[in-house]
């Protein structure tokens, strides 16, 4: 296990720390779907104009997080936790006051997706991956992905509050508080540069190496899938039931089931991830939820049949985090996993945009959600077949290494 830099910041602090920053961090950020009609309505926007600017937000996030990555692995994460966390309390308080679609853009999209790319997965797994003994670290990352799904549970109820209570714009700000307790964690995270095997690579040696090994474009792809599914159904399933007749709190009791069944899905995938074959789990996961979006589609929509769905999405929703970083630790290795997984990560994003904007667009063009339904069960099964064919061997540096 490597040592810190100061002895106080023990492995089990800062798997602790993480926990907490990406419950605040992913928390929040999952409470824009209650903001949709609210401020679409006030605003007299399309629905497609508020879905770009989240859209936005999922490209921006995917794209800063290779570089992110990148310098968390130079120079810490505790400066880069502090820098985007202060981005992140900037554009949501921008977003409060923005009265057209081009200032939407701006605070939702750009700020908050620049401060969600340095307090998320990439910057995060990276620290506890590199302070965590390879038969607990995939264990450790599906912890910490746990943590990002327990504020999905707890911040959501306390958004639809504040919302409810004091008005959306309000609601905004005092989110941004919440935000800005990430800048104390940081503190904890700051781990300074930390060699290990591979570190006599540059960055562009690294981003090369994994560039010829066809696994790192499996599990890329494999990502986009997962992104277009869970920004489709985090931004626009509150919506979906509200159209279906049932209150603003069913579809906020829905997400917040999500998140808290995959509490339980990301502790036991990655349980799991370390004592059998990632990849042949995240066969599974894609499978499971080709199946589950299947039978909701054909079952009458029902409060029932949406809290049992969230419950089923939720144990498969984010468990394909610890065993996809787990994967680029174990192929590729720890000295530049928080840039990698910050390559693999943009194509989660990728997908993210187009399934939080073609779920708005696709709307707006026919008046119902089921096209963007469809399209998510059959890229499910492709990213099922990208992920059977993955190597999970280390490459042959690491075993000349060990």
Same mark, same amino acid.
């Given at each position: ?47 497609? #104009?508020?879905?770009?600017?989240? &859209? !936005?937000?999922? /490209?921006?996030? $995917?794209? *800063?997080?290779?570089?992110?990555? %990148?310098? =968390? ?91 409810? #209570?004091?008005?959306?714009?309000? &609601? !905004?700000?005092? /989110?941004?508080? $919440?935000? *800005?307790?990430?800048?104390?964690? %940081?503190? =904890? ?98 499978? !499971? ?14 409060? =029932? ?98």
């Amino acid at each position: 296990m490597n040592k810190t830099n100061t002895s106080w910041r023990t492995p089990t602090l800062i798997l602790i720390a993480g926990c907490v920053i990406l419950t605040l961090s992913m928390g929040v950020r999952h409470t824009a779907g209650l903001f949709l009609q609210p401020m679409s309505a006030d605003n007299g926007w399309s629905r497609e #104009t508020f879905s770009f600017a989240f &859209a !936005l937000q999922n /490209l921006v996030w $995917g794209l *800063g997080s290779p570089f992110a990555g %990148a310098l =968390a692995d130079r120079y810490g994460a505790g400066r880069t936790l502090l820098v985007a966390a202060t981005l992140y309390v900037l554009g949501l308080v921008l977003m409060s006051v923005s009265p057209t679609p081009l200032t939407l853009d701006f605070s939702a999209g750009l700020l908050i997706g620049l401060g969600l790319s340095g307090t998320t997965f990439p910057v995060i797994m990276g620290v506890i991956g590199r302070h965590t003994t390879p038969e607990k670290r995939s264990l450790a990352l599906g912890i910490a992905s746990a943590g990002g799904s327990f504020g999905q549970f707890a911040v959501l109820p306390i958004g639809q509050m504040m919302i409810s #209570t004091y008005g959306w714009q309000s &609601a !905004l700000v005092l /989110l941004a508080c $919440g935000v *800005g307790l990430i800048a104390p964690l %940081a503190y =904890a995270m700051a781990d300074g540069h930390k060699p290990s095997a591979g570190a006599g690579q540059s960055v562009v040696e690294a981003l090369h190496e994994a560039s010829r090994e066809r696994s790192f474009h499996y599990l890329f792809w494999g990502y986009f899938v997962c992104g277009f599914q869970t920004a489709f159904i985090m931004l626009h399933l509150p919506s979906y039931l509200v159209d279906a007749g049932m209150s603003a709190n069913v579809g906020m009791t829905a997400v917040a089931l999500i998140g808290l069944f995959n509490i339980f899905g990301s502790f036991y995938f990655g349980w799991a991830g370390g004592r059998s074959s990632k990849k042949n789990l995240l066969v599974w996961i894609y499978g !499971l939820r080709a199946v589950a979006i299947f039978i909701f589609m054909l079952i009458p929509l029902s409060t =029932a049949a949406a809290w049992i769905f969230a419950a089923v999405i939720g144990i498969l929703w984010l468990g394909t985090v610890p065993l996809t970083n787990g994967l680029i630790a174990q192929i590729f290795g720890l000295r530049y996993m928080s840039m990698l997984t910050g390559v693999v990560f943009l194509g989660h994003q990728l997908g993210s945009f187009l399934g939080a904007w073609m779920g708005g667009r696709i709307f707006d063009e026919t008046g119902s959600y089921s096209l963007a339904w469809s399209i998510s069960i059959g890229l499910s099964i492709l990213a099922a077949i990208c992920s059977w064919p993955v190597n999970e061997k280390p490459l042959a540096r690491l075993s000349a290494a060990t």
